[in-house]
């Protein structure tokens, strides 16, 4: 099997997973990536190359899932906004301030974080109802939540999951529009990174396009059963996917 197959195939998974729960699409990715080649006698893929095709796919999944769910109404663009640009400004700070920080420090800060979020998501939805639009909410705390969850991606590389758990406790917003509006903000976050991996020649453009082919069929597959799946069940598989990032993190510290 072609390394770009590989690639066009785990892209696909990773878009189907964001636009089904909003989130864990960077995780599949550069998890795969990373371990999947060499396990098939494939040539490894380097670690500076998975996190380049990361942001990349999240990049196209973000777009493609945003634009699908934003036509059922389940994106909130004044959610997006507040939390969104607030969210980029924390992260280009925290990049910043990381490299002051020692690794292991950030690591458990990382899976505190998680964990925190995994339960968080068994918990009981705060909102009242599942349908209509975020309604009211503080955009002081939708700008809060936006700059808590930057300054993580800017610290450790990840945090857009802890969005979603925000955005159901904190605004009562409901699972969908959740859902959508994070692929919203995610969109933002994606393409920062992005623009800064290809001004420094680090997207290999042959992979890039593969994992375009495999995201594109993955978006719809996802945005169709994400519309499909009760409100409840993307809350436990988002609680799941949670879970598991936070248990990879422990792993990581223990090991």
């Known amino acids: ?15 189907f997973t964001a636009a089904l729960v909003g989130s864990g699409s960077g995780l599949v990715m550069v998890s795969f990536l990373l371990y999947l080649p060499p396990l098939l006698g494939l040539p490894s ?15 196209f999944a973000t777009l493609l899932g945003t634009a699908l769910h934003g036509r059922r109404g389940l994106v909130d663009k004044r959610l997006v906004l507040s939390a969104g640009t607030a969210m980029a400004a924390a992260a280009v700070f925290a990049a910043i301030l990381s490299a002051a920080l020692p690794t292991r420090v950030l690591a458990v800060v990382f899976a ?4 925190a979020a995994g339960l968080v998501m068994f918990l009981p939805p705060a909102h009242k109802s599942d349908s209509g639009s975020a309604g009211d909410f503080s955009r ?3 700008v809060l939540i936006g700059g808590g969850a930057g300054t993580v991606v800017g610290l450790v590389g990840a945090g857009t999951f802890l969005l979603t758990p925000a955005f159901l406790q904190v605004l009562r917003t409901p699972t969908r529009v959740a859902i959508g509006s994070t692929l919203g903000v ?15 020649g680090q997207v290999p453009y042959a992979l890039a396009v593969a994992v375009l082919v495999g995201t594109v069929p993955g978006v719809f597959l996802g945005a169709w ?3 499909r799946l009760p409100p409840k069940v993307l809350r436990y598989l988002l609680a799941v996917l949670i879970t598991i990032i936070a248990l990879r993190a422990w792993w990581g510290l223990l090991r």
């Open 1 to 15: 099997m072609p390394v770009e197959v590989l690639v066009g195939i785990v892209g696909l998974l990773g878009a």
């Open 45 to 59: 893929i380097d670690v500076k190359t998975a996190a380049a095709l990361g942001p990349t796919q999240i990049l």
């Open 112 to 115: 505190l974080l998680a964990t």
């Open 140 to 142: 002081l705390l939708a």
């Open 186 to 200: 995610s969109l933002l976050g994606g393409l920062a990174a992005v623009v800064g991996k290809l001004s420094t």
């Open 225 to 227: 059963a994400s519309h």
